[in-house]
């Protein structure tokens, strides 16, 4: 085994190419996973029976069956009854469900943390219960939750590779397509792991500074 | 200090993965005796019939396992176990020793043949593409796909059919990685590829198990080259590509060879038409 720094330097346009795919999905996949988790634990919440044990059914589905079946249901089976999506789509779909649905559990820990007496605060001073949510319980609810969302986003960057089995260029699919065609593995996913323990130790830090922001909570 | 003990611990995990990578292999003439005492050579199969299946119940067969457990068979190894792979990861597993022979239609390419070790020739067989019924764009090689600019083209990763359509101008974005046959398949159904190529003969297998009427084969392609795969063996093990060769040529001589391949739709004539010399010096 050597390791050819020449061929690393050839490749790495490549793989950057996936790393930006990488990103992408992962952004856009805890964006989805933060709006379908606050959907998720609203829901859950409601009076009416046949909103909230449905909608908790659906969660637990999702949260009981591997991100990867998930994929090719997304891409290959849906096809089938006429939804036709594009990889990139599809993957985001897929991460973003999933990781909603554990986004969801954390959203109802953070309302229920929050202090019986607010809520009957909010009832006293007459607020709609629009108001009460927007402008007493989610504010003191989501600071607390932010660490704990920000760690499901760095596992979700971590599970972007299980895309590449839906076609999705990402960085380990690039990073496949590399040593397929010069028969050296080495080099490619070696990079590939400095390229996720990058940006995962910077994530970290991040995290850390949101701990430090958001985590105590004030009372 | 904290912060040093962590990447001091980084450190170690690295030096300790670079350590455990750099065992050195040992090189060895004595790679038949060491088969025929374990009872079995391992082979790298692609689960892509006609070349190579796996049964539901997890039988290995396909033309060249067939060939090669019989070939095996006359050397003293007493069986074979297969496992299945990508294209593309054959020849680093069989660099890194984990199989002793590729046995999947791996066609002799000359970057092929100066990374491993080829046998004479076993399988022969031309390129095909599946498109759709009436084959709206028209096409008629791996050039048309280049020309059209919103045409896209499915192909093994690593596989000859992926090069093909590189070499012929098509872009990396519009050359799709499909995993497998039956992927390949759903994703012409479902017009998310315009064409998916493999060899003429997996395709028309796949064909025929889709039974899909809105379908179509276009084969041979025009301008690709007929192309043979032989048994792909480690650099080192040039001995035991050596005694494959000599069982192989008796059993091609003996006409049992044809008897193995040509229920499959191969060709033994093809294949014992040409040589592994003059196939790795193609262009």
């Not at chain 2, 499915?154 to 499909?178: H, M, Q, S, W, Y």
């Not at chain 2, 590509?241 to 499959?264: C, H, Q, T």
Request: net charge neutral.
């Amino acid at each position: 085994m050597e390791w050819d720094w020449d061929f690393v330097w050839q490749i790495l346009p490549t793989l950057i190419q996936g790393v930006k795919i990488t990103i992408l999905a992962t952004l856009l996949g805890s964006v989805l996973a933060a709006v379908v988790g606050l959907a998720i634990a609203l829901l859950r919440r409601s009076p009416n029976r046949l909103i909230s044990r449905p909608v908790g059914f659906f969660a637990e589905f999702i949260r009981g069956t591997p991100l990867l079946v998930q994929l090719y249901f997304i891409f290959y089976v849906l096809p089938d009854i006429g939804i036709l999506l594009p990889p990139l789509v599809a993957g985001v779909i897929g991460l973003g469900l999933h990781y909603g649905t554990y986004a969801a559990e954390v959203y109802r820990a953070g309302i229920d943390n929050v202090p019986r007496g607010q809520w009957e605060a909010a009832k006293a001073c007459n607020l709609s219960a629009r108001q009460t949510w927007t402008h007493i319980i989610l504010p003191q609810a989501i600071p607390p939750m932010i660490p704990a969302l920000a760690n499901y986003f760095v596992a979700m960057f971590k599970e972007t590779p299980l895309l590449s089995a839906i076609t999705v260029l990402e960085l380990m699919n690039q990073a496949k397509l590399v040593a397929n065609s010069y028969y050296r593995y080495v080099e490619p996913m070696t990079l590939v792991g400095v390229f996720f323990l990058i940006i995962s130790l910077f994530s970290v830090i991040l995290l850390r500074w949101l701990e430090r922001r958001y985590g105590r909570i004030e009372r | 200090m904290k912060r040093f003990a962590t990447w001091a611990g980084v450190a170690g995990l690295a030096v300790a993965a670079t350590l455990a990578a750099t065992t050195p292999g040992s090189a060895d003439d004595s790679k038949l005796e060491q088969l025929k005492e374990q009872g079995f050579a391992r082979l790298a199969i692609a689960n892509e019939p006609p070349y190579t299946a796996v049964a539901a119940d997890g039988k290995v067969s396909g033309a060249a396992p067939d060939v090669a457990r019989e070939v095996f068979k006359r050397l003293g190894v007493a069986d074979v176990v297969a496992s299945i792979s990508e294209y593309g990861a054959m020849i680093p597993g069989l660099q890194a020793g984990r199989f002793d022979v590729v046995t999947a239609g791996l066609f002799m390419k000359p970057e092929r043949c100066a990374a491993v070790a080829y046998s004479e020739p076993v399988l022969c067989d031309a390129e095909a593409m599946l498109v759709k019924k009436g084959n709206p764009k028209g096409f008629k090689s791996y050039e048309d796909v280049a020309k059209d600019t919103s045409a896209t083209i499915g192909a093994p990763g690593g596989g000859t059919e992926e090069k093909l359509a590189l070499n012929a101008g098509v872009p990396r974005d519009r050359v799709i990685v499909v995993p497998d046959g039956q992927s390949g398949l759903k994703m012409v159904q479902d017009g998310r590829i315009d064409a998916y190529s493999l060899p003429v003969l997996s395709i028309n297998d796949l064909m025929k198990k889709a039974n899909d009427p809105n379908l179509e084969v276009i084969a041979p392609v025009q301008g690709a080259p007929v192309y043979c795969d032989g048994a792909a063996f480690n650099k080192k093990d040039t001995a035991l590509r050596d005694a494959f060769n000599v069982e192989l040529a008796k059993m091609k001589k003996s006409g049992e060879f044809a008897k193995i391949i040509e229920p499959y739709g191969f060709s033994a004539a093809a294949a014992m038409s040409t040589t592994t010399e003059k196939l790795c010096s193609a262009k």
